[in-house]
């Protein structure tokens, strides 16, 4: 009673003061210090006041949901982009003008409002998938809610409460964890119930093996793999029984600091290299926007503003609304001209195809941006746990005696999976094993927990993945056949070697494996009625307490120290190579158990209850052999790491495993040579955080590694290389520590087979098939798809550098208005459209993957492309103004008849001046037709210039739809003559060129939609005349490519070579 006074008084004292994890480090503080810390003892937990004080101070158990973005705050981020917020401007403005010219109803009042409608319709579907992308953002939270414990079985005023929600935990509860259980908290070890405790705990810190548990404290400034005596929320129990203390819960968790981490990488993610150039275009395009309008409004000020001048002072001043009104459309023309209306759509579908693509590749990209970011990814940094290795324990050494003493023999063993027929045992004698390969075998199956299933195509291990790697490798090693007649198991059966062995010896009794002997041993009774006991464990431990060795005829000789000193040269071998090591070890049972069958009756089995016995019975041991294990690499890694070196892209190892390790794994598969000193090149997370100038660490040419590494280091290798200007890719293994590095990182790539929902959430990409090399697969397919990007927007920016000339040269020279924004805006979103989405089919380069990768700086458009584009955008504005003045002025061109519709004929001077010809004395013009309308201007001839006008804008929208369809051709390649890429290369652009213009003709003789957009249908000789107008730019191009080609060694010799000699420094 006493006791418990004096521990309710300190629970008291607690309260009072509440305890906050960085002051107290429970894991560097013995048990009996942590429970009176925690004023609570492990007899009676707790106390219902006492938990529900500390609920109070410390919440609920659960990891917090952060506060979702209103919808009006993400409707508002939508419009934060330059281009959105042109088009908007445009829109309104059209809109009002609509409502202006609608006050006198009729056509055009109908007209008008289709445009300002058409560009609400973009920006709102704009908005929609912008706010649906946003909303999938943080589902990474959510899924790394559901590693959490639903349910604890805590110890609370005395009692045991066995299905408390895992919620209702506070620091200082007493919790009691078995096998299988899902870690509810961090909590501290106070005691083992079994011999021994191993935790999974992989997916919190990325080692590939369970960890055994202890009681006894640590370093205080140890790292989190470290900490032997703490288990940790989200974790898995694989074996054995425990009593722990509750010293963290929530937010304050490992896992919830793993929840914050994600939290700051989302606020911090950057916009892709694409999005960027696309803002810096749009601003660029906003000014020259603004001062097109300015200089279109000084040309033609003198049309709606005009003064006389008195005594030298201007007086008398005359404004016209209508004139005003009339050029302030012409500026909404140019805005909708100067903006490319289809490039977002045009650019999510070529994202969408390359999706496809890469889908095919076993590439699965979440988010569309991520495609293109791909293309310019400079460093891979990888886990190596399940990403460059299998994540599955294989035997890859087998070491057994020789035929005297003093020898050993020793077998390679392939494969890299639980597939019991993946690879073979190299110089194998099959079916003809002689009774020492026996023994070992029969160890390995019967003196074994675990089990291997088949999961769809896959193999996966139940119990300690070393344990089912031993099963894998009796399978590989096969039976004698001698007993394999006598076998009545199936031949399908994949484990039948294992199952033949434990019907041959049947097991009755079991020597749980503990950490202070570090082995596990099985009594058999074999079917000859003679009991053995079979032990397998740590080499060292097995070969201490051994004193003979079975030879390779079976016969069983002394083992001397020759023989002992050559096994462990042996063991110091393997263990070099990073190899996991195990010995095996049998012998006759001792006298005691000669009769034993299992009963607990027996006076033997008082003897098995108590581990401290084991030693003993494991003692005069006959040692058999060992064998190696290790996580192997995958087979394709190291070809796919040789092609990131080719391709310019450095690979960077962080993971959370030992050194030794993961550095024997890196020199394997071609990240660092053979013989190469490493001492610089690889650091633990911990030694990297120490160095002073870790952005120079990072540059240095080749590979890195990073082991022992815990999620803020990876973390912050991530952010320093992205400071630096690299493109990273970041790969993630199954587990939940990689999750804010992938958030941060510009590309996040998880694992779809072996992953967490948490890791695939938080990425941008997921590979369907766990395989490394598939991100290599993925970034030439992504440097293939930027190139295409870029062809097609050089495209439709050419093609609206050539509307802006028309509108431009149309106001300069006091024209009739050649196109409407409606008309414009047709051409940009629908017949552009197609073309630019076909060009994103052009068939990659075969030296793309040889290249080094572009930087995330490049410009998309150089001064050369500019000047090129300028060039063809202003024959674009001189042929469609130049058409539209042909049919005003001149009855044929070029042989071309144009006299046939009887329009009348105008000077040049007069369509200049049309806004005068009220004035003009005698001006008349005679009917003319177009399809099945005649227009006649008998009451007001001056309408010949306003609603006589239609023919010839039909002839300028009709040439400006073939330039643009010609100039799709010459955006098939930057620099390449059509000679040399001709139009087949890319069936689909002449597919999309039949739908453009199959559009173009559907609104031209469709009579609503012609009345709509504002034409007339066109003869034969004007298609003609639109024919021989727009074909020139073919040949424009081909010029300008042909300077292009001449030129390319000045224009970028100085900008190649030195991005390639950094990256080959």
């Avoid at 007493?174 to 011999?195: F, N, W």
């Avoid at 640590?218 to 470290?226: F, H, K």
């Avoid at 906003?286 to 409004?297: F, H, K, P, Q, S």
Wanted: charge should be negative; proline fraction near 4%; charged fraction near 25%.
């Amino acid at each position: 009673m006493g006791k418990g006074g004096e521990d309710y008084g300190k629970r008291e004292n607690y309260s009072s003061k509440p305890l906050k994890s960085d002051t107290f480090p429970a894991w560097a503080k013995d048990v009996r210090e942590c429970e009176e810390k925690f004023g609570v003892s492990r007899e009676k937990g707790l106390s219902a006041d006492e938990v529900e004080k500390r609920r109070q101070i410390y919440g609920l158990n659960e990891l917090e949901k952060p506060e979702g973005t209103s919808i009006f705050k993400l409707i508002l981020e939508q419009f934060n982009d330059t281009l959105v917020r042109i088009l908007l401007v445009a829109a309104i403005i059209s809109f009002v003008l609509a409502l202006y010219d609608g006050e006198e109803g009729g056509e055009v009042g109908i007209t008008a409002f289709v445009e300002p409608l058409v560009i609400f319709l973009i920006l709102i579907v704009n908005a929609v998938v912008g706010i649906w992308q946003e909303s999938n953002a943080e589902k990474a939270l959510e899924a790394l809610k559901e590693i959490q414990s639903d349910q604890a079985s805590a110890i609370r005023d005395g009692k045991k409460v066995s299905n408390l929600p895992a919620k209702e935990l506070v620091p200082g509860d007493i919790v009691e964890l078995r096998v299988g259980d899902k870690v509810p908290a961090d909590m501290r070890v106070l005691a083992l119930i079994s011999s021994t405790l191993r935790v999974e705990q992989g997916s919190l810190t990325g080692e590939s093996e369970a960890v055994s548990k202890t009681t006894k404290p640590v370093d205080e400034n140890t790292d989190i793999q470290g900490k032997k005596c703490m288990v940790f929320a989200g974790t898995t129990v694989v074996n054995g029984n425990c009593i722990c203390l509750v010293t963290e819960t929530g937010m304050d968790t490992e896992i919830g600091r793993v929840h914050s981490q994600i939290q700051e990488a989302a606020q911090s993610e950057e916009d892709t290299p694409l999005k960027k150039k696309l803002n810096e275009f749009g601003e660029v395009l906003t000014m020259i926007i603004g001062v097109i309008c300015a200089l279109v409004w000084l040309i033609n000020v003198k049309y709606f503003l005009s003064w006389e001048y008195v005594d030298g002072w201007p007086r008398n001043f005359k404004f016209s609304f209508e004139k005003c009104t009339y050029y302030f459309e012409i500026a909404v023309a140019l805005a909708v001209a100067a903006i490319p209306e289809g490039l977002p759509a045009v650019i999510t579908t070529c994202l969408a195809l390359g999706t496809r693509k890469m889908a095919q590749k076993n590439a699965l990209v979440r988010k569309l941006p991520s495609v293109e970011t791909l293309g310019c990814t400079t460093v891979i940094c990888s886990d190596k746990t399940g990403t460059l290795t299998t994540n599955q324990m294989a035997v890859s050494k087998l070491v057994a005696m020789g035929s005297r003493v003093g020898t050993l023999r020793s077998f390679d063993v392939e494969g890299t999976t639980y597939d019991p027929r993946d690879g073979k045992i190299e110089d194998w004698p099959a079916g003809r094993m002689d009774a020492n390969l026996q023994m070992i075998a029969k160890i390995a199956a019967i003196c074994n927990d675990a089990g291997v299933e088949q999961s769809g195509h896959h193999y996966v291990a139940t119990g300690m993945p070393t344990e089912a790697a031993l099963k894998v490798l009796v399978e590989k090693m096969g039976f004698p056949e001698r007993l394999n007649k006598a076998s009545p198991l199936a031949d399908e059966d994949f484990l039948r070697c294992c199952r033949l062995w434990s019907k041959l010896e049947q097991r009755i009794a079991t020597l749980e494996f503990d950490r202070d002997r570090k082995s596990m041993g099985v009594i058999v009774d074999s079917n000859s009625g003679k009991k053995l006991l079979l032990v397998k464990g740590a080499v060292e431990n097995v070969l201490e307490r051994s004193t003979h060795i079975q030879l390779l005829d079976g016969s069983v000789k002394e083992l001397d120290q020759y023989s002992r000193d050559l096994i462990l040269q042996s063991l110091n071998d393997m263990s070099t190579n990073a190899l996991r090591c195990l010995g095996f070890a049998y012998k006759d049972v001792p006298s005691e158990f000669v009769t034993y069958d299992g009963s607990e009756d027996h006076p033997a089995h008082q003897l098995l209850l108590n581990p401290a016995n084991y030693s003993y019975i494991e003692t005069n041991l006959v040692f058999a052999g060992l064998v190696g294990l290790r996580d192997p690499p995958r087979k394709e890694v190291r070809q796919a790491i040789a092609d990131c070196r080719t391709a310019g892209i450095r690979v960077m190892v962080i993971t959370g495993d030992n050194k030794s390790t993961a550095e024997a794994i890196c020199r394997e598969i071609g990240v660092f040579e053979a013989d190469e000193d490493i001492s610089f090149r690889s650091l633990t997370g911990k030694e990297f955080m120490e160095i002073k100038d870790q952005k120079n660490h990072l540059r240095q040419s080749g590979g890195l590694l990073f082991s022992r590494a815990e999620p803020k280091h990876k973390q912050e290798i991530v952010r320093l290389l992205k400071e630096d200007g690299e493109v990273v890719a970041m790969t993630g293994d199954d587990g939940v520590n990689d999750a804010p590095a992938l958030k941060l990182a510009d590309i996040g790539i998880a694992m779809g087979i072996a992953g967490t929902e948490v890791a695939k959430e938080a990425s941008d990409m997921v590979l369907a098939d766990d395989n490394f090399s598939t991100i290599v697969a993925a970034v030439g397919e992504g440097r293939s798809i930027y190139n295409n990007m870029k062809a097609f927007i050089r495209y439709m920016i050419s093609s609206n550098i050539g509307e802006v000339a028309s509108i431009f040269l149309t106001a300069a020279l006091g024209i009739p208005e050649g196109m409407i924004p409606v008309q414009l805006l047709w051409v940009n979103l629908v017949t552009d459209g197609p073309p630019a989405t076909a060009l994103g089919f052009n068939p990659p380069d075969k030296d793309i993957m040889k290249k080094p990768p572009r930087r995330s700086d490049d410009s998309l458009i150089t001064p050369w492309i500019l000047f090129r584009y300028l060039v063809i955008g202003t024959y674009v504005g001189v042929a469609t103004v130049g058409v539209f003045i042909i049919w005003y002025t001149h009855n044929s061109f070029m042989g071309i008849d144009l006299s046939q519709d009887g329009h009348s004929l105008v000077t040049y001077s007069q369509l200049a001046n049309w806004a005068q010809c009220s004035s003009w004395d005698g001006f008349k013009v005679s009917p003319f037709t177009a399809g099945s309308q005649t227009f006649t201007f008998d009451s007001n001839p001056c309408e010949y210039f306003q609603q006589g006008k239609i023919k010839a804008s039909t002839l300028s929208l009709s040439v400006l739809v073939a330039i643009e369809m010609f100039n799709s051709l010459n955006a098939l390649s930057e620099d390449g003559s059509l000679l040399t890429m001709p139009p087949w290369v890319n069936p689909w652009l002449l597919l999309a060129m039949s739908v453009s213009f199959g559009l173009h003709f559907l609104i031209l003789y469709v009579p609503f939609l012609a009345q709509v957009f504002g034409i007339v249908p066109l003869s034969l000789n004007e298609w003609l005349l639109v024919l021989a107008v727009a074909l020139p730019v073919i040949l424009i191009d081909e010029l300008l490519k042909f300077v292009g080609r001449c030129t390319t060694s000045l224009r970028y010799s100085p900008r190649t070579t030195v991005p390639s000699k950094q990256k080959a420094e």
